[in-house]
């Protein structure tokens, strides 16, 4: 009965062996229910080709090089290098194990009635040397393939880094173009209190030349210096934030803090063509932080293997060869060699349960890579529904508040004339400015945010795309 039972595991430890198999369940990917377009999308579309350089869609130099070197020089980048790198090297550490593992050692020392450091009383007493040298190897046999799981998860976790170190130079990309737009709007607005401050400053002129005439009261130029005053504490305010804005840049791109070169004005700004969104499903295999969430599962399932295969033998090869000799001109003569081949096997008896309890974790780091994998796809769908969205209200958004910026502006010279004519009063031309201002202000920020939804539309989309390119999937 034992012998049948020996032979029965001989057999199938050598039908896994020659078949490559290896012990645990394979990855299946998790099911993320991709919808068959975005929400907000007209209608599903082929997959274009990716565009790594995006951002120069905005043709603004200066952002491109902006960006060009917070990917080359800022620490975002650099750090997430160092850590790909560092995976690929625990990578390579553990790949080694599917090899033999062939070292060397030499000895040589002096002794009574010893022989490197072993008793030996061959000599009578005697004082006298000992040499020896010898390779070694050894190597796990791999049956069940405990190994090549542990090189499947090492190797899909590297891969995870890379894809990580993806993900953050478009998250870095994307951060940067954004805050360089709300440096232009804070630019704007900028202008913008200067012009308020500069308007308020030529009606308090006018009132006060009005007021030596004697055609109006105090009251007129006090509103009008109120106005003023206000407007003009706008403008340290705005600059401070300008600075804080460009010390923001200046960490992204790795520099010090220092001013930050503008290319076109938010106002001349132009909005790249519409991007191709492609299918949703496509989505799953060209978003960096979903390629690394699965990554990752796959590491996780990788380990599931690995665990079980700690509960079956391990066979291990192992061979010797080389000399010894208590004379240094004798290692190498044919009485003095040595050799050795063996196998051996061990494995557990009794653990306690912590191999099921590393079992059971194994299974748990899965579900959770699982989960993980799809909450990152829905959150990738739902980025893209968002940022198409934005697009496309903001986009009715600035028309009408072009509009509404144009109707004010005719407003405060109506208002101006009238006045100076005679004909309304000052509180007329204090309101028609005070709606102005404000309008202008609401315009610069809609640019700003047409602007970013498209930076944030191109990061949900895990990249840019090239217009008119032939599909990919």
């Not at 010797?320 to 004798?330: K, M, T, Y």
Request: glycine share 10%; with cysteine; net charge neutral.
């Amino acid at each position: 009965m034992r012998a049948r039972s020996f032979s029965r595991t001989a057999t199938l430890s050598t039908a896994l062996l020659l078949s490559g198999c290896a012990i645990g369940p394979n990855y299946k990917r998790p099911d993320t229910a991709a919808p068959q377009a975005f929400r907000g999308q007209d209608a599903p579309a082929d997959n274009p080709a990716p565009d790594e350089t995006f951002w120069t869609a905005y043709n603004d130099p200066a952002l491109t090089k902006l960006v060009e070197q917070a990917r080359s020089s800022g620490f975002d980048a650099r750090i997430a290098f160092a850590r790909m790198e560092q995976s690929r090297a625990l990578y390579g550490e553990t790949h080694g194990l599917l090899f033999p593992g062939v070292g060397y050692a030499g000895n040589a020392d002096r002794g009574r009635n010893a022989l490197l450091g072993n008793p030996y009383t061959a000599g009578g007493g005697s004082t006298g040397n000992g040499f020896d040298g010898y390779l070694a190897a050894t190597w796990e046999l791999d049956l069940w393939g405990r190994v090549r799981r542990l090189n499947e998860g090492a190797k899909n976790a590297y891969l995870a880094s890379d894809l990580g170190r993806n993900a953050v130079l478009v998250s870095l990309t994307a951060d940067v173009a954004t805050a360089y737009f709300e440096l232009l709007e804070l630019d704007d607005a900028l202008a913008i209190a200067k012009n308020t401050t500069d308007s308020f400053g030529e009606s308090l002129r006018l009132f006060n030349r009005q007021l030596e005439g004697g055609v109006v009261s105090r009251l007129d130029t006090e509103t009008a210096e109120a106005a003023l005053d206000t407007s003009a504490s706008r403008i340290p305010d705005i600059e401070r934030q300008i600075t804080l804005k460009e010390n923001q840049i200046s960490v992204l791109i790795g520099a010090n803090p220092g001013p930050i070169e503008r290319g076109t004005p938010l106002a001349q700004q132009v909005l790249p063509p519409d991007i191709p969104l492609g299918l949703p499903s496509s989505l799953l295999e060209r978003r960096p932080d979903v390629l690394q969430a699965e990554a990752l599962a796959k590491a996780a399932n990788a380990g599931i293997g690995a665990t079980i295969g700690s509960f079956l033998p391990r066979i291990g090869l192992s061979a010797l060869f080389g000399a010894v000799s208590p004379d240094l001109n004798n290692i190498t003569a044919g009485h003095s060699t040595l050799w050795s081949v063996g196998a051996g096997v061990t494995g557990p008896l009794f653990q306690g349960g912590s191999l099921h309890g590393q079992y059971d974790q194994a299974k748990a780091q899965w579900e959770i890579a699982k989960l993980q994998y799809q909450e990152a796809a829905l959150n990738a769908f739902t980025d893209v529904a968002n940022a198409l969205v934005n697009r496309s209200k903001l986009a009715e958004v600035r028309e009408k508040q072009e509009k509404a910026v144009h109707a004010y502006e005719e407003a405060v010279a109506l208002a101006t004339q009238r006045y100076k004519a005679g004909k309304a009063s000052y509180f007329e031309v204090i309101q028609a400015q005070n709606y102005l201002f404000p309008a202008q202000v609401s315009l610069a920020e809609t640019r700003k945010n047409q602007l970013t939804s498209t930076v944030q539309l191109y990061k949900a989309l895990g990249g840019g795309w090239k217009p008119g390119a032939p599909g990919s999937h």
